[in-house]
């Protein structure tokens, strides 16, 4: 079972920035780079909403249109990590942020960090 860990939530000011950050580990008979990684995230009342995703040797990306030119996902192979650089963060994006990866049939997600945007 892949275990993944994120880190770098926390307040941060409308129009500032912030990277979150995604740790995975745990890998039997694949590796990080054999999986496609994503970012997902949820408001308090609301479905877990698509944020970003990229592939397994990042070269490809894929935005949700509520972040696409503000947010910037990519990846890190050789140190199994995966990262969200946020830009101009607005109200609307407070909410807990997930990872997720994904492999075929194999799946896991992280246990999410908070991000508060408020002024």
């Known amino acids: 079972q892949v275990h993944l860990v994120e880190s770098g939530g926390g307040v941060v000011q409308p129009g500032g920035s912030l990277t979150l950050s995604c740790a995975a580990s745990?890998?039997?008979?694949?590796?990080?780079?054999?999986?496609?990684m994503n970012w997902y995230r949820q408001a308090p009342g609301r479905h877990r909403e698509f944020v970003a995703a990229?592939?397994?040797?990042?070269?490809?990306?894929l935005y949700g249109d509520s972040v696409k030119g503000r947010f910037t996902i990519s990846r890190d192979n050789a140190k199994n990590e995966m990262y969200l650089r946020m830009i101009s963060p607005k109200l609307d994006d407070t909410c807990v942020y997930y990872c997720?990866?994904?492999?075929?049939?194999?799946?896991?997600w992280g246990q999410g960090t908070q991000v508060t945007v408020s002024s």
């Open positions: 990229i592939g397994r040797a990042g070269g490809n990306t």
């Open positions: 997720y990866a994904v492999r075929g049939s194999r799946e896991s």
């Open positions: 745990g890998f039997t008979d694949f590796t990080f780079s054999d999986y496609a």
